[in-house]
């Protein structure tokens, strides 16, 4: 902290009253009294900063009120007050800065000084005034930027400076008169609720100033908070310690008069997505200059919001190592040469390695001889098995061979549908999970005899989870038929008029990060169904964070099954028969 900074402290100057008035009295050169200096706008302190340098030119501005009792009395040499120079102030911190590149952050402060009262007082050989006019302060220039982590994130490290310009009024002790810098580092962290943030720095003082006795050099200052966040990280509570010592003079390093160090009780509250308020209190630690003994502080602020976070692009990785990146590549785990036609893009030149008269990039089973279809997945297969109703009976055994039906040791019943298989699919209705929908089995109770995806109480469920990469919203392959399960459905069901995907997350990580992550993932499962043909009108995301489980967070399955996405119907509309559907079942 430096005298640059308008906090109002209390002056600690013993002096001692003449008996001789005759002798000449000097007015004492006045500074910059308040040693509250603010942090940045959009900080969730009133001292420290809370480092949040995300987002590309990303605003913030606001106000600061600043009250100070008795920051400047003047006291015998026994401790007891003789006259307060500067009884009461009251600054209004105009600011307001800009963040850059997700990295850098560039502000400016004005302090006003709003209303001050004080009588003045003398030494023997000093006289102390204050013209206690409303006037500006010295004018705070910032340059902040981020060294390591990110906001939010256990560890968050930046460094910055400032840099004062005379603006203030020495007289009312509302500035220094001459330009000071300040190079700072900061520090700040989350660790679940617990968040916490320390600052230190130096301020150079061009001039060696003496006041009452004692030395207003360069000082090194420093600042320290701790508290805790909560209603889901929109209110900031803690305390905060900050203060400052000249180390120009050693008398003068952690010297009573020269050391001042206040305490603040205080938070912050967003009380929408862009207006912060905060309020706190507390007193001066020490007598030292500038130091009151209670201290006020309000606020109000316009921080702007982050964006909503965008699904992520695809990564474009090239396994086969061919120059020609997997998205584009139609044969990405084969080297091969970049051609025009997207069906042989990145393959090797045409072959026919199995001999079945269907070249390699037609093929879809190069390596197994099979016949010629009209559908590029089976093209160049081999046929399955004859099976029409797809109950895993061959035909040949089959009783029943177009409808579904199970394996039983009767010729006469093979294959055929049991009694009490509503669905007919081969599972009976006593054991099927979802008795009105055919499905395969399923070694899970709750999955068995389920279809990949269903319609059931206002949502499209899905059998299997939608599985992503590691902390990442990349949908993995494997999961590509559940999507195509859901596409289908909405596609038959174009009464379905809106869907809502929801992205939740087990309780690991922050709370923010997890919000992200879920956001994200909601976007992506959206963005692939987009890509599918799906009218973007029918569908919206919204990511939940760790907010809704279904499971206990203190195993892995519990976890595994909280790591999910759903699909909530929330408008439907008529049927293609023009009769009105029903609502969504809650």
């Known amino acids: 902290m430096n005298h640059g900074r308008l906090l109002t402290c209390g002056l600690f100057a013993l002096a001692t009253l003449s008996a001789n008035h005759g002798l000449a009295q000097t007015k004492a050169d006045g500074f910059a009294l308040n040693r509250f200096e603010p942090s940045e706008r959009g900080s969730e302190w009133f001292a420290n ?218 938070g912050h509250y967003l009380a929408t997505k862009a207006i912060r308020v905060g309020g706190g209190i507390g007193p001066g630690l020490t007598r030292a200059f500038g130091t009151p003994q209670l201290r006020i502080l309000a606020s109000v602020e316009y921080v702007e919001p982050m964006p909503e976070a965008a699904a992520p692009a695809p990564a474009r990785g090239d396994r086969d190592e061919d120059g020609v990146f997997d998205d584009e590549d139609a044969c990405p785990d084969v080297p091969g040469v970049r051609t025009e036609d997207p069906k042989t893009n990145g393959c090797p030149p045409p072959g026919d390695r199995d001999g079945d008269g269907i070249v390699d990039p037609e093929d879809a089973c190069p390596d197994e001889p099979g016949v010629k279809t009209d559908d590029p997945k089976t093209n160049g297969c081999p046929p399955p098995p004859p099976d029409r109703d797809g109950d895993g009976i061959l035909d040949a055994d089959d009783a029943c061979p177009d409808v579904p039906g199970v394996k039983t040791e009767d010729p006469k019943t093979n294959g055929c549908p049991p009694p009490g298989d ?73 009464q379905i008029e809106k869907v809502e995907i929801q992205g939740h997350t087990d309780s690991k990580g922050s709370d923010a990060y997890n919000l992200a992550l879920s956001k994200r993932r909601a976007a992506s499962v959206r963005a692939w169904l987009v890509k599918a043909k799906i009218d973007p009108k029918r569908l919206v995301s919204q990511g939940f964070g760790e907010t809704r489980p279904i499971d206990s967070n203190d195993t892995e399955e519990g976890r595994a099954n909280n790591r999910r996405v759903e699909f909530h119907i929330t408008v439907q509309g008529k049927d293609a028969a023009g009769a009105e559907a029903p609502a969504p079942k809650k």
């Not at 968040?195 to 003496?210: C, H, I, K, N």
């Not at 979802?434 to 469920?461: F, L």
């Open 49 to 266: 900063e809370s480092l949040d340098l995300r987002g590309h030119q990303r605003f913030a501005a606001g106000l600061v009120l600043d009250y100070g009792y008795k920051p400047l009395v003047l006291y015998d040499t026994k401790g007891d007050e003789i006259d307060a120079i500067v009884a009461h102030q009251l600054f209004g911190h105009l600011g307001g800065n800009v963040i850059l590149w997700e990295r850098a952050r560039f502000g400016v402060s004005l302090p006003v000084a709003i209303w001050q009262d004080g009588k003045g007082g003398s030494s023997a050989t000093t006289r102390f005034e204050s013209e206690n006019n409303t006037t500006v302060g010295d004018l705070r220039l910032a340059a902040d930027a981020r060294l390591l982590g990110q906001y939010g994130a256990p560890l968050n490290l930046a460094a910055g400076l400032h840099l004062f310009l005379p603006t203030g009024s020495q007289d009312s002790y509302t500035g220094d008169g001459a330009v000071r810098v300040g190079p700072r580092v900061m520090l700040a962290g989350d660790v679940t609720q617990f968040t916490y943030a320390a600052r230190l720095g130096f301020t150079f003082r061009a001039q060696d100033q003496d006041f009452a006795g004692s030395s207003m050099g360069s000082e090194t200052n420093f600042a320290a908070a701790a508290g805790v966040r909560l209603l889901d990280g929109r209110f900031v509570a803690g305390p905060e310690i900050f203060g400052s010592t000249v180390v120009t003079d050693a008398d003068a390093l952690f010297g009573r008069r020269t050391t001042p160090f206040e305490l603040i009780f205080g």
């Open 422 to 494: 509503r669905d007919e699919d081969g599972i009976v209705d006593p054991d099927d999970a979802c008795p009105d929908q055919a499905g395969p089995p399923n070694e899970d109770p709750k999955k068995h005899g389920c279809p990949v995806a269903r319609v059931e109480k206002g949502e499209i469920k899905i059998r299997e989870q939608v599985q992503f990469a590691y902390n990442s919203a990349k949908i993995l392959k494997t999961s590509d038929y559940i999507l195509q399960a859901v596409q289908e459905i909405l596609e038959k069901n174009p």
